[in-house]
């Protein structure tokens, strides 16, 4: 778990629930500029823009609700029941009305009793919001379905779907997988991150996709590159697509942003061994089976194209040398780079130059100042690279540095999760 990436934590489990319909038509502008400010925490600006998207559509329902909903987070309560009422009244059958009647129950009983019930009444109560909340009016959006709010987070569903193999297609932007995926129906980009031990999201990239968003008191904390600091995160449950994989009822993690794309970590493959193929922009996910052996017939031990790998926590560790002095890298395909941490830096003997690149890099918890130099010289098994590139941030990074994606991606390799090792083939 002492991961510069994302430190996973203990998380309250949610019920399933469905998802808030984007308006085809309506004030795109008013709506997606009160996405945008409401992810940022401008309530008062995000709650006139979804009034003007209302205005466009009154029967937008993913409007008026973050309409209530950004009204709610302001502490206008009587104005936030007010409008949560005018949803149900409205359109009782709507899920944003569902969500509505969530947030009455804790903040006015005795008018929801009064308000239209929804013909779908077996999921009124059956919403994304985090539990544990102080119980006061800012965080009143509470877990209604207590019993449901411990379950693990890492078993799998009776209802996922997990095809014997499953080929899906990538694009890179700034050296990072970029899968097309689906969140509760909704589509979205994830960077598919084998250094990510569980699957992460901004609560700007569920708004931008029309889901809502868990609240209450966090559950957890994440740390990772940036100056920010540790980042409050919340648990919640969804389901999530990937090609023809499909996990139901699925937990997640879920921070204030990420800083871009949402990660797609261990806890959605963990089931597969894929192969990465740099040439097809393609990941081949083959599941894994027990008792029916590895994909490779051969001992990879014996195959020097074969790396070895360690586990700590689901993230994968692997020994490299560095100007012949040995060290371990998380390996981490939703690294762009490879990033040294500074306790690293000491071990090996090295020192950032005077003359060396500076940048701004973005982590889970923010941006921060880094150094870029060469080393002479970087090895992985069969990869070696020479006069090659490796920065060091200012921010301090806990645990180990990260082998991104400028070291390997000329070649196709397979992770063989059975047996540990990590194939490469060059492309």
């Avoid at 309530?43 to 029967?59: D, M, Q, V």
């Avoid at 690293?344 to 940048?359: H, N, S, V, Y």
């Amino acid at each position: 778990m002492n991961k510069a990436k994302f430190v996973a934590s203990a998380l309250l489990l949610l019920s399933t629930f469905s998802t808030l319909s984007l308006p085809a038509q309506a004030a795109p502008d008013a709506f997606a500029l009160g996405v945008k400010q409401f992810a940022a925490k401008t309530y008062p600006a995000a709650a006139a823009n979804f009034k003007k998207a209302i205005a466009t559509n009154p029967k937008n329902d993913s409007a008026r609700y973050y309409y209530a909903l950004s009204l709610h987070y302001n502490k206008e309560i009587p104005a936030a029941i007010k409008a949560y009422a005018e949803l149900i009244r409205m359109m009782p059958d709507s899920n944003g009305a569902s969500y509505a009647r969530a947030a009455l129950a804790k903040l006015d009983a005795a008018l929801l009793s009064s308000l239209p019930p929804s013909r779908m009444a077996q999921q009124q109560y059956s919403q994304p919001f985090a539990g544990g909340g102080s119980g006061s009016q800012s965080s009143t959006i509470q877990q209604i379905v207590q019993s449901q709010s411990r379950q693990g987070s890492s078993r799998n569903s009776s209802d996922d779907k997990l095809p014997d193999d499953c080929r899906v297609y990538y694009t890179l932007e700034n050296n990072s997988f970029v899968l097309d995926v689906y969140i509760n129906g909704r589509p979205m980009k994830m960077i598919f991150d084998t250094g990510a031990e569980i699957c992460a999201f901004g609560k700007d990239n569920l708004v931008a996709a029309g889901i809502p968003v868990p609240t209450g008191k966090s559950t957890g904390t994440s740390h990772g590159i940036g100056d920010g600091g540790a980042q409050e995160t919340w648990g919640m449950n969804v389901d999530l697509k990937v090609g023809t994989i499909e996990r139901k009822n699925f937990h997640i993690k879920v921070q204030d942003s990420v800083h871009g794309h949402p990660l797609l970590g261990q806890t959605f493959f963990q089931d597969f061994t894929y192969t990465i193929d740099n040439g097809a922009k393609s990941i081949h996910f083959v599941r894994k089976r027990s008792n029916a052996g590895s994909v490779y017939a051969a001992d990879p031990s014996r195959d020097p194209n074969s790396v070895p790998f360690t586990r700590h926590g689901n993230e994968l560790v692997v020994n490299v040398s560095v100007n012949g002095r040995p060290t371990q890298l998380y390996f981490d395909t939703g690294a762009t780079s490879v990033t040294l941490t500074k306790a690293q830096l000491k071990q090996l003997g090295l020192t950032i130059p005077e003359d060396a690149d500076t940048l701004e890099v973005q982590g889970v918890a923010g941006s921060t100042r880094a150094r870029r130099f060469n080393v002479r010289s970087m090895r992985m098994g069969p990869i070696e690279k020479r006069d090659f590139d490796v920065t060091v941030c200012d921010s301090e990074m806990a645990g180990l540095g990260l082998l991104g994606q400028t070291f390997y991606n000329d070649h196709q390799y397979t992770i063989d999760y059975e047996r540990g090792y990590i194939h490469f083939l060059r492309r």
